[in-house]
């Protein structure tokens, strides 16, 4: 039975605070309690941490969380108490649960060192599926090998770019053209070794997880009527491309349109605030949408005079630096990042996109909160998040829908500047509207159809299989 604490795997980073409108000194209370607790994560328990009210001594931190924690309960009890606040941070209930799967099943993937199953659940229940053949330590062992390959693949891909940056300098230079050869040959080779490592994955995964829920997932229909599944995998699983699972002729994605979600609670919080009436296009009591593009790259100007030149009921809003874009975070409703990423596996909270002037961190992004109803990232490695310490990792494609993005498009790793271009050129065509606005309902279908296409030209499986969907 999936009761509701188990299906409430973590909660948005930072919640509303809704005393504050009602009663400032409980809101105000609320806000720094919860940034106290925040603030001291897993590498500060080592360490004393000074508090506001012993600042000149130093306080076990442990006995401080244990305090922050007392004080904490005692908030929730008050902001509870406030009309209509009655359920403020409360986990779900089952028959709020069953809301989440409206449209399509969401299907939790559990592995531990016990045993492994799939949650499969739908409008009317819950069923727990074993999967007998999937282990924590195989899991764990394919993540290793994944990471493995693409930390080469990155590795290849960097040498090569300086080599051609060397290069243009002085295209006579005969030690940069044999650099060159070399870093191609090294990027060649990286390809190949990750495309091998990636059928063997997806191989797997269709072994282990999709075969023995194949006879529960809704039948397929046809490209443009493929029915809808929320994955929300858990452990090693969350960092694996389990929508292209895959073997020989069968694939997932030819069967469903695969969205993935951080936890079933977010989605069913995404699929209620999509319940309510879109926002005009621009009137005289509503100003006009606004798209922002936050790109380091020349290559974005073939977005902006493509696909988004369609967008006359929206105005596009370009800021690349840090300050600026996280600014316009708050108050814009679609955003496009094309930039670089980083990942900080020790501290997955400081990962985040290189902007012009720094780094926009996950950490940052967290703290936002956000009403934008579509967020792109085709920024490298934006969607691989820390491993050390798998239950807290975060990664940006999932801070921003817990910022409040609703739907999320984003890569598990890094694209070939081309392909991101293309398939996002592919998904815009699909939700830009013939009036000229931008409807992201559709944001999963239009991803799944840019896919094809990637497929039907021959792109690579690293090419099409990083990219995923978040959202309702």
């Known amino acids: 039975m999936l009761s509701p604490d188990d299906s409430d795997l ?17 809101g105000s209370a609320h806000e720094v309690n919860e940034r106290g607790l925040t603030d001291i994560g897993p ?13 000149n001594s130093e306080v076990d931190p442990v006995d401080r969380r244990l305090a922050l924690a007392r004080s904490w309960d005692d ?15 409360r986990p779900p209930t089952y028959k709020d649960l069953l809301r989440a799967a409206a449209h399509g099943p969401v299907v939790t993937i559990n592995v531990s060192e016990w045993r492994c199953d799939a949650l499969f659940l739908t409008s009317d229940g819950v069923e727990a599926v074993s999967l007998p053949d999937l282990s924590l330590r195989d899991a764990e062992r394919h993540l290793e090998r994944h990471l493995a390959a693409l930390a080469r693949f990155d590795q290849s891909v960097a040498e090569f770019e300086a080599a051609v940056a060397v290069l243009q300098r002085d295209h006579s230079d005969r030690d940069a053209i044999r650099l060159r050869q070399e870093a191609g040959a090294r990027r060649r080779q990286a390809t190949l070794d990750l495309d091998e490592e990636l059928t063997e994955l997806v191989g797997w995964l269709w072994d282990v997880v999709m075969v023995p829920l ?35 002729t069968q694939w997932l994605h030819d069967m469903v349109v695969s969205s993935t ?20 296009t621009g009137t005289p009591t509503r100003p006009r949408r606004r798209f922002l593009v936050a790109s380091t790259f020349a290559s974005t100007g073939e977005l902006l005079t493509g696909s988004l030149s369609r967008l006359t ?3 596009i809003v370009e800021c690349s ?17 094309d930039c670089h990423g980083d990942q900080v596996l020790a501290d997955p909270s400081q990962g985040g996109v290189r902007l012009s002037d720094g780094v926009l961190r996950v950490f940052d992004v967290s703290s936002i909160s956000a009403t934008g109803e579509f967020a792109a990232l085709a920024a490298c490695k934006t969607a691989v998040g820390g491993v050390d310490l798998l239950d807290e990792a975060i990664t940006l494609s999932a801070a921003l829908h817990y910022a409040g993005f609703r739907h999320v498009v984003g890569t598990l790793w890094n694209l070939a500047e081309s392909v991101a271009q293309s398939a996002f050129a592919a998904i815009y065509d699909q939700l830009v509207t013939d ?32 990219l995923i969907h978040i959202g309702p």
Do not use: K, M, Y
Request: net charge negative; charged share 20%; glycine share 8%.
């Open 313 to 315: 009921a929206t105005d």
């Open 75 to 89: 908030l929730l009890a008050e902001v509870r108490a406030l009309p209509g606040f009655e359920t403020f941070l």
């Open 10 to 26: 973590a909660a948005p980073l930072h919640p509303p605070t809704p005393g504050a409108s009602d009663d400032p000194a409980t």
């Open 43 to 55: 590498g500060s328990l080592g360490r004393a941490v000074a508090t506001p009210w012993a600042s």
């Open 261 to 280: 979600t951080p936890t079933v609670r977010s989605l069913l919080d995404a699929r209620t605030d999509s319940s309510t009436p879109s926002r005009d």
């Open 435 to 466: 009036q000229g606005s931008f409807d992201p309902i559709n944001s999963a279908r239009a991803l799944a159809s840019s896919v094809d296409q990637l497929r039907a030209d021959g792109e690579s499986l690293h090419s099409w299989a990083s």
């Open 321 to 337: 630096d840090v300050v600026g874009v996280r600014r316009q975070l708050e108050t814009c409703d679609f955003v496009h990042f």
């Open 214 to 248: 194949l006879d529960r997932l809704p039948a397929p229909g046809t490209d443009d009527l493929r029915p809808r599944v929320w994955w929300c995998p858990t452990g090693p699983l969350a960092f694996l491309p389990l929508h292209a699972a895959g073997r020989g």
